[in-house]
């Protein structure tokens, strides 16, 4: 089933009184980006991460998030920073004395400088910390593939509808193409009945010309690689890998033979035709950008 790069997905677990939260965010892109902002305690599990999303979600720009829910004696825990409190109080000493000021340094004053209460990393038992990350990204990450697979199902139903489009306009100039060499001739042949007491006309040299103006409209070979690409198109969509690129190459394929019909056809009718096969394959180009 193909899947959609854009999906959300959210995971919590907790173990042993810690209590991580991961969300995950992901947006198209031409490769598999992974970015990763969590706290510092989890920096050494980072390329660990990166890794375990690697293998489920191909492709992508792919945000996590991942927050600790939680303090506890196992998360962060608040600290004095000892020097920095001391430095202040100094400071304020000699504020004091020195500008002959009065009143006496309350706890509360001193505890709403920055930094001299901080958070530091409680003692983390390396297993539990691991178990409960593990937990965590595994919810966020089944919970963001259904809801990619789920927008990678509605976009499925409307690329194959318009591929059903494409193949009744393919019909309709695969019927018209081989008239337009006779009705080139006929008007060429009224034309030139009405000056041909001025002209001394070739019939052998008018079939010539016929022939290669024949040829030179002929796009059957651009019909039947047309065709070829459509079927491998509708085969990607039973696939279980990341086929986006496929996709994406296929689509540029049948816009080259789309347009070499353009260039081909000489006729007003058919270039209609095309016009508008162009125009969905631009609809399903798009569609086919956000495919993982």
């Not at 490769?31 to 510092?40: A, E, H, M, Q």
Request: proline share 2%; glycine share 6%.
């Amino acid at each position: 089933m193909i899947a959609s790069m854009t999906g959300y997905g959210k995971g919590q677990a907790e173990v042993d009184g810690l209590c991580l939260t991961v969300e995950i965010k992901t947006v198209n892109h031409r490769y598999g980006d992974v970015t990763v902002k969590s706290p510092r305690f989890l920096f050494a599990f980072e390329n660990d991460i990166k890794k375990r999303v690697g293998e489920v979600l191909k492709r992508g720009k792919i945000d996590l998030f991942i927050s600790q829910e939680a303090v506890s004696e196992r998360g962060l825990a608040p600290a004095l920073n000892r020097p920095l409190a001391a430095a202040y109080v100094k400071v304020f000493e000699e504020m004091r004395e020195t500008f002959g000021l009065g009143g006496e340094l309350s706890l509360a004053l001193l505890a709403s400088q920055k930094d001299v209460v901080t958070l530091r990393e409680g003692d983390l038992d390396e297993t539990a910390l691991r178990q409960c990350l593990e937990r965590a990204l595994g919810t966020a990450l089944d919970a963001v593939v259904k809801m990619r697979r789920a927008e990678g199902e509605a976009t499925l139903v409307d690329m194959a509808e318009r591929l059903r489009l494409l193949e009744e306009m393919l019909a309709e100039v695969e019927a018209r193409a081989p008239q337009v060499p006779g009705e080139w001739l006929t008007k060429l042949e009224a034309r030139l009945a009405k000056l041909k007491n001025d002209l001394d006309l070739d019939p052998q040299r008018l079939g010539q010309e016929l022939a290669i103006y024949a040829d030179r409209c002929d796009i059957s070979e651009e019909l039947t690689r047309f065709k070829s690409h459509l079927v491998q198109f509708r085969a990607l969509f039973s696939q279980d890998e990341a086929v986006g690129r496929q996709m994406d190459f296929l689509v540029q394929e049948l816009n080259r033979e789309v347009n070499t019909m353009g260039s081909k056809s000489n006729d007003a009718e058919l270039t209609r035709k095309v016009v508008a096969m162009k125009a969905e394959l631009e609809k399903i180009r798009e569609q086919v950008q956000n495919i993982e």
